[in-house]
């Protein structure tokens, strides 16, 4: 088992952070933390080997070293040219669990997933997100859902998917029924060196929050 790189604590309220595809760098890290960031959200692979742009154990080190707090979240396919089944939300989901334990996340954890470009057909949009939801929840990890666009009412992502953690797009989509977001994207912040959004924790309608991973105070 890999050793943890951190401790796994609830995100606070109304802390801003951000998500990006590029590689964040230590330099970088301590950079938008010194700009008043708390977190970052950054990408693990859903194919069996990774990208240059994915997450690895010493950028995340490097990361939770500047005081800014993790999230994880998987990458989508190209939209158009996938189409989700449970059998493949199942195999991304243990993907995504892996990748996170290899990087030396700790249980609890917040993985998101990414559903952008599922299509139309929202039996098999369920089918997948749900069993996604239960291979990255085996895996001792929270699991939660970006929600962009996909055919989706803010009904059935409350009462039809396992989920119960939601990170809103910074773009018009449904409110989830009832419970709301846990996290709200901005779209892109200021000119840096790498391209990202703008992202905000806030407490659900039912009290719900994301789980991020943290430095322990023994590594400090």
């Given at each position: 088992m890999t050793k943890p790189i951190g401790i796994i604590a609830d995100a606070e309220p109304g802390a801003q952070g951000f998500d990006t595809n590029a590689v964040v760098t230590s330099e970088l890290a301590r950079a938008?933390?010194?700009?008043?960031?708390?977190f970052c959200v950054r990408y693990v692979s859903h194919r069996e080997d990774e990208g240059a742009h994915d997450m690895t154990t010493s950028?995340?080190?490097?990361?939770?070293?500047?005081?800014?707090?993790?999230m994880l979240v998987q990458h989508v396919r190209r939209p158009g040219h996938w189409a989700p089944t449970a059998a493949l939300g199942g195999?991304?989901?243990?993907?995504?669990?892996?990748?996170?334990?290899?990087?030396g996340c700790p249980p609890g954890l917040s993985l998101w997933c990414d559903l952008e470009g599922a299509g139309t057909q929202t039996a098999d949009i369920i089918a997948y997100a749900n069993a996604w939801y239960e291979a990255v929840?085996?895996?001792?990890?929270?699991?939660?859902?970006?929600?962009?666009?996909?055919?989706?009412?803010?009904?059935?992502?409350?009462?039809?998917?396992a989920f119960t953690s939601y990170w809103k797009a910074g773009m018009k989509v449904a409110d989830v029924e009832t419970r709301g977001y846990q996290m709200l994207q901005h779209g892109?912040?200021?000119?840096?060196?790498i391209q990202y959004d703008r992202d905000t924790i806030m407490s659900d309608h039912l009290r719900g929050l994301p789980r991020w991973l943290v430095r322990a105070p023994s590594q400090s």
């Open positions: 938008f933390a010194a700009d008043g960031y708390r950028e995340a080190e490097g990361i939770l070293a500047a005081g800014l707090a993790l195999k991304d989901g243990q993907l995504a669990a892996h990748y996170a334990a290899e990087l929840h085996g895996a001792s990890f929270t699991p939660g859902l970006y929600v962009g666009t996909f055919a989706l009412s803010g009904l059935q992502l409350y009462r039809q998917l892109p912040g200021p000119a840096k060196t």
